[in-house]
């Protein structure tokens, strides 16, 4: 914890603004009480030294629970929080899109995810294309429009949502920035991340409260939402908005 925060320290004096997921437990992250996907390294998981363990408060979540890194949930395709989404008070700053497969849906329904680039190779050895190189999963999509094929697939998670959120953040730099010694744009984290929440668009909790979805999505990760239209810790002071982000002077 200690060597992550120096380094987000170290980055922050230096004009680096941090963005990062919130995390997928479906979790309050202020107010944690077990954990099972700890330690997470070497990956996959199943080769890691993860066990179970009742935590507490204190046993933080680094890079997303350090001081000074702007933390974002996910929403779905409705806008809902999505239902693996980590949310609470104590963390959130905004929330994006993150993808959410069962947002109106019964099964996984690839749609409701976000795209993102695939490298040939690893969808090969994954075993999502074929050797005519088709794919072999809804979840995979070829491109062939542009003259040399492309792979992109289909992901959900807080790290599809907090790339929307550094878009977003690389909008206001953009706007509010000022020449560096680089040749490029910076602007000081604090009023980057004020900006991110000020832009946003302000999401009240939902009506039904504590929130409950659908099947198949399982009764434990029924969320209670804390706080106001204003800032909670579903959305925190809101959705990232690009259009409202290049409007800021």
Known sequence: ???TQRAVRYATLRGVTLIAAAGNEATDTGKPAFDDTSPDYPYPQSQSGAYERDIDNSCLSMPSE???VADINAVGPSGRLSYYSNYGVEQTIVAAPGGDAYDGST???AAKLILAAYPKNVAEANGDIDASGNPTTPFVIRDD???KTSYYQYLQGT????PHATGVAAIIISQIGRPDWHGGVTAK???????LKRTA???ACPATNPYVYAPPVPADYTKPCEGTKKFNGFYGYGVVSAKAAAQIH
């Open 1 to 3: 914890i200690e060597a």
């Open 66 to 68: 350090a001081e000074g």
């Open 107 to 109: 099964t996984r329904d």
């Open 145 to 147: 429009s542009k003259g």
């Open 159 to 162: 790290s599809m949502a907090a």
């Open 189 to 195: 984290p604090a009023d980057v991340i004020a900006a």
């Open 201 to 203: 668009t302000a999401t």
